[in-house]
């Protein structure tokens, strides 16, 4: 079935494929079981490739880990996803997209958590198929939608979700593949479905690591796959605040985002024409 998904949906075969690779090992920060199983042979291929561009042979490592980053992202937001639930009363937890996530399978949830997994109806139908003999652990709702299209919060409302009430929203792996527009016209399309003081989560990448020469091996896998990197920005705290959202924004490798994984340098945010990537997160301003 991996054959009906186009070059953007694949990318989720690829997350799993790191998250299996991040559970194989002794030190993991996270354990997912089921990852393997999500991504398949397509899957470990395309992690094939990612590791061809990050550590050539005979030549040094030039762009990011992508292994220690995801592995990283993984566990943070992990970590963040799990403390607004249980902060939360009967919180609502909204993944856009899930791809192939299974955080509504591998973990634990406060009772009446409600679990939407929004995403295209080909990953929908694909990640049914490989997960068919297990059960959540949660009340996950899969919302098959296109958060491109206008009308897709219809879908989510059909589903059971509450904008009155308090959620957490997680936009992983998605913002880098949207234009700017599109990226300021989501971002006001989640505000408008949050009840104030609502939780966000996000990662995107600076302007710079669009374009730097030593982040263009990776950059050329993506593009290569037809899903090129479009959007990025050097300051997130603003682009959320422009939509509402009262943000911080963390880099892997500080201290609260790094697991002793983080193998690069991290530059102070005065400092330009380097690569970032952010981990964005806070919460919806009151009205």
Same mark, same amino acid.
Not at 23 to 52: H, N, Q, V, W
Not at 242 to 259: C, L, R, S
């Given at each position: 079935?991996?054959?009906? @998904? &186009?070059? $953007? ?18 030190? !993991? ?12 042979? /397509?899957?470990?291929? @395309? ?9 050539? +042979?005979?030549?040094?490592?030039? $762009?990011?880990?992508? #292994?220690?980053?995801?592995?990283? !992202?993984?566990?943070? *937001?992990? &970590?963040? *996803? ?12 909204? =993944? ?21 997994? =929004? ?11 490989? *997960? ?24 989510? =409302?059909?589903?059971?979700? %509450?904008?009155?009430?308090?959620? $957490?929203? @997680? ?10 527009? %599109?990226?300021?016209? =989501?971002? %006001?399309?989640?505000?408008? @479905?949050?009840? #104030?003081?609502? +939780?966000?989560?996000? &990662? ?11 982040? !263009?091996? *990776? ?18 705290? /603003?682009?959320? %605040? ?46």
């Amino acid at each position: 079935m991996t054959n009906t @998904l &186009d070059a $953007v949906e694949q990318t989720s075969l690829l997350t799993a494929a790191l998250r299996a690779a991040e559970t194989s090992r002794e030190d !993991r920060l996270f354990d997912d079981p089921y990852a393997a199983r999500l991504a398949g042979d /397509a899957g470990m291929g @395309l992690l094939r490739e990612i590791r061809e561009a990050t550590f050539p +042979r005979g030549g040094e490592r030039t $762009v990011p880990s992508t #292994p220690d980053y995801n592995a990283i !992202r993984t566990r943070f *937001l992990d &970590d963040l *996803l799990q403390g607004a639930a249980r902060a939360g009363a009967t919180p609502q937890v909204v =993944l856009a997209p899930a791809g192939m996530d299974s955080r509504a399978y591998r973990m634990r949830w406060p009772d009446g958590t409600r679990f939407f997994e =929004l995403d295209r109806p080909a990953v929908l139908a694909y990640k049914e198929e490989q *997960l068919r003999s297990e059960r959540p652990r949660v009340d996950r709702r899969a919302v098959a939608l296109d958060l491109t299209r206008p009308g897709w919060q219809d879908g989510l =409302l059909a589903a059971g979700y %509450d904008p009155d009430r308090p959620s $957490v929203w @997680l936009l992983e792996g998605l913002l880098y593949y949207v234009g700017q527009e %599109d990226a300021h016209r =989501l971002l %006001d399309q989640v505000a408008a @479905l949050m009840a #104030p003081d609502s +939780r966000i989560a996000a &990662d995107l990448v600076n302007a710079a690591a669009l374009t730097l020469p030593d982040v !263009r091996a *990776l950059l050329d896998v993506f593009a290569g796959w037809g899903c090129p990197w479009v959007f990025g920005t050097d300051e997130p705290e /603003a682009l959320f %605040d422009a939509h509402g959202f009262q943000v911080e924004a963390v880099q892997p490798g500080d201290p609260d985002a790094d697991y002793g994984r983080w193998p690069d340098p991290v530059p102070e945010r005065s400092v330009t024409g380097v690569r970032r990537v952010f981990f964005v997160h806070g919460r919806k301003r009151p009205v």
